[in-house]
């Protein structure tokens, strides 16, 4: 059995593959790096404008169909990244760690756009169509989005729906609050009931449950000094329960 | 006051409507994750009886410091590839509880495992031939393949972190040998050390496990380098396939 040495050559490819994976590495931290930063923006779109989902208004359907463009250009950058594991041949989860947080940010984004256009909740099929890879000559379509990137996304999403109900309350938004107090409550529900094998579930859990009081502590308030609105009169709750009420009655069907 | 429709009071309890079709979506991931979960134990099970032959592998080769015949070198051997047979079966396991195409989703699970096995498997390669295994050396003794295409495979890294625990063994060892009277082996040890210090040298490492891992690699060069001093300096340098030279 002829015994090969290791010589410098042998060195050599094994310092060309380690390359290869290094240099692919950085181009996906850094197309995860320009999702994020879109997300963001996207994100910070639907805040500036107060999205109420009951209002029907034509600038809130604008709002809306601007951040979906926003989203057109991430969905680009995905596939980007899916090409370029796919033409490698590669398992997507060696590189993880570098889109991992790209994809989070997409879907926090994504799913608070969602919850602004139908009051309900991102699904994991409707989320896969901004990922998937056309043609055949790829063998897996949805390379990048896992579970519990999708799920670390959403635990984002409950922090920006917050923001959305202490600010829209502040500017006198009666209304999103009390839309948003049970899809909090569902979330956070469902959140405890997860298994423990994601790392950093624990931890966004209580930052969860830190913006779901909030939230009730915002329509607290509203119902309490809803009364000193109208002099003399008690601001009826029920008024506002049938209004938002309405919107979910008439929203039932899907947006799918 | 107005009415309020059906028994939805919003914001009081939350019906399913309120609730968005949460739970619908946390039903599919719940799944997903459990699915993860219930294969990682499967891999754990399989990973644990592979890291106590590790063990035992490891313990066996601790006596290649005290081999100073041929016949007691050869004997160890022998040993070994008893408990690489059973390495071998247990990888075959592994290989079978691993979904297709998820080779790294679940690798830190056996990393360490395989990075110890890559290195005992270079070892007893190097007390056969005295030369550093190829990464296509390992991966056939262990029975998996080079390349991630070709299927369950040696990573790359992880040979790495091998050959660099192997140059740490054979630092100790080059001292050792020369405590049962080998006055020869230390000599090719340094050549063998001066041969994965250069081949690093070529690679591009980047600020991880790895890199650490080769920082320590000038400290077993130089411990060698000492043992080779010792030896020159005292005229204790064999001449041509001796162990020891002529008195």
Redo the contacts between chains.
């Keep these: 059995e002829p ?4 010589s ?1 050559e ?3 490819k ?2 060309q ?3 290869s ?2 240099d692919r590495y950085d181009k996906l931290a850094k197309l995860s790096r320009e999702c994020t930063s879109l997300s963001k923006k996207a994100i910070f779109h639907l805040h500036r404008t107060y999205v109420c989902p009951t209002d029907g208004t034509s600038e809130t359907a604008q709002v809306l169909k601007d951040t979906e463009d926003k989203f057109a250009i991430i969905s680009g950058i995905l596939k980007e990244m899916a090409t370029e594991i796919a033409t490698a ?6 590189y ?1 760690t570098a889109y991992s947080q790209g994809v989070q940010e997409f879907i926090e984004a994504l799913s608070y756009w969602t ?1 602004c256009r ?7 099929t409707l989320a896969e169509r901004w990922f998937r890879l056309d043609g055949a000559e790829f063998k ?1 379509i949805h390379l990048l989005l896992h ?2 990137d ?2 670390l996304g959403i635990a984002d999403l409950t922090g920006e729906l917050m923001r959305a109900c202490t600010e829209s309350a502040t500017r006198g938004n009666r209304f999103l609050p ?2 948003l ?3 909090m ?3 956070y529900s ?1 959140f405890l ?3 423990a ?2 790392k950093a579930l624990p931890k966004k859990i209580e930052v969860l449950e830190g913006s779901l009081l909030k939230v009730e502590h915002v ?1 607290y308030t509203l119902t309490v000094r809803g009364s000193e609105i109208h002099s003399g009169h008690l601001l ?4 506002v ?2 209004e ?3 919107f ?2 008439k929203n ?1 069907n899907s947006f799918e | 006051g107005a009415r309020v429709r059906g028994g939805a009071h919003i914001g009081m309890e939350t019906g399913t409507s309120a609730e968005g079709g949460v739970m619908d979506v946390f039903v599919t991931l719940t799944a997903a994750l459990d699915h993860e979960r219930d294969t990682k134990e499967k891999i754990r099970g399989v990973v644990m009886e592979m890291e106590q032959v590790g063990r035992n592998l490891l313990s066996l080769m601790q006596g290649v410091h005290q081999c100073s015949t041929a016949d007691e070198g050869s004997d160890l051997c022998q040993k070994a590839d008893g408990m690489f047979l059973s390495a071998r079966e247990h990888v075959e396991m592994l290989k079978r509880v691993v979904p297709n195409g998820s080779y790294y989703q679940f690798h830190d699970q056996w990393r360490f495992v395989l990075q110890r096995l890559s290195f005992l498997t270079s070892l007893l390669h190097y007390m056969r031939t005295g030369q550093l295994a190829s990464r296509g050396d390992v991966a056939a003794a262990l029975g998996v393949c080079v390349s991630q295409d070709e299927g369950f495979h040696l990573d790359i890294d992880d040979y790495l972190m091998g050959v660099l625990c192997l140059a740490n063994e054979l630092s100790r060892l080059a001292v050792n040998s020369v405590i049962v009277g080998d006055f020869q082996r230390p000599f090719a040890i340094a050549e063998l050390l001066t041969t994965i210090s250069s081949g690093f040298r070529l690679l591009n490492l980047k600020n991880d496990a790895l890199r650490k891992r080769f920082d320590g690699l000038k400290y077993d060069v130089s411990k060698v380098e000492e043992v080779v001093y010792d030896l020159t300096v005292r005229g204790l340098k064999p001449q041509s396939g001796e162990k020891r030279p002529a008195p």
């Design positions: 015994l090969d040495k290791m410098a042998d060195f050599s094994l310092q593959e380690l390359d994976k290094h041949n590669e398992d997507p989860f060696r993880q919850f139908t009051g309900k909740l991102l699904t994991l897996a579970p519990t999708f799920i009390f839309m107090l049970p899809f409550r569902a979330l469902e009931k997860l298994p094998t994601v329509c009826s709750i029920n008024v329960n049938e938002a009420s309405n979910y009655f039932t």
